[in-house]
């Protein structure tokens, strides 16, 4: 398989084309940003870390009968996925209150909320990702109601495997936020699961270890992305 020209670069990754139309050649990057871009650094090897936590996580969801976009790992740094048609939609799924909902409504952070909440947002940069409903999500044709369904029925099945098998590696996975598409008329989880992209708390101390040490300036960002593929796969990665 060849690599071709840059496709899309985002906050987070470069995608390139392939030889395969069906696939794409991903690149994840040490760039970090958060607050809609507003805060925006550097954190050292981030790009590996997330490229190969994303594999780890990816194979196991297969494993468990979640169809996904990952195909291949190609080095530490990058990896080949099917290519989709991106439903604008982002799907957070929420065990306990942190970040925008803990603000928003008031909560403690680190609630129980009793079961998990999911929550749709509108995938755009450019309106800061506004929350949106089933109905909002039909008004702007963004998915049918089917499909909707769909994506919640899988979003919780993904919360039902990793939280279980995170709490074995003494994790708790406090939320996370998912992006589906299409590919070749079936709805795949997409994107990347990673750190940069799940709130991760150790289970005992529930010290944070994910992108919140760079969000609240806490330190040992890249100690913590370490320590969360370290407890994935028992494995150090020379950064």
Partial sequence: MQKKELL???KAKKVYRTDNPDLLWVEYKDDATAFNGAKKGTIVGKGVLNNLISAHFFQLLAEKGVPNHFVELVNERE???????IIQVEVIVRN??????????????????????VDYCYKSDEL?????????????????????????EMALKVNDIL???LADKNII????????????????LGDEISPDTCRFW?????????KDRFRRDLGNVEEAYKEIYRRLTGREVQI
């Fill in 8 to 10: 899309y670069e985002g």
């Fill in 79 to 85: 990896q080949v996925v099917k290519s989709l048609d």
């Fill in 96 to 117: 306990l209150a942190a970040g925008s909902m803990a603000k928003r409504l008031g909560l403690e952070e680190g609630m129980d909320l009793g079961g998990p909440v």
């Fill in 128 to 152: 800061g990702d506004p929350l949106i409903n089933d109905d909002h999500i039909r008004a702007l044709k963004l998915a049918a109601p089917e499909q909707v369904k769909t994506i919640r």
């Fill in 163 to 165: 939280t279980s098998y």
């Fill in 173 to 188: 996975l406090v939320d996370y936020k998912l992006e589906f598409g299409f590919h070749k008329g079936e709805i795949l």
């Fill in 202 to 210: 150790d289970s005992k101390t529930r010290e944070k270890l994910d």
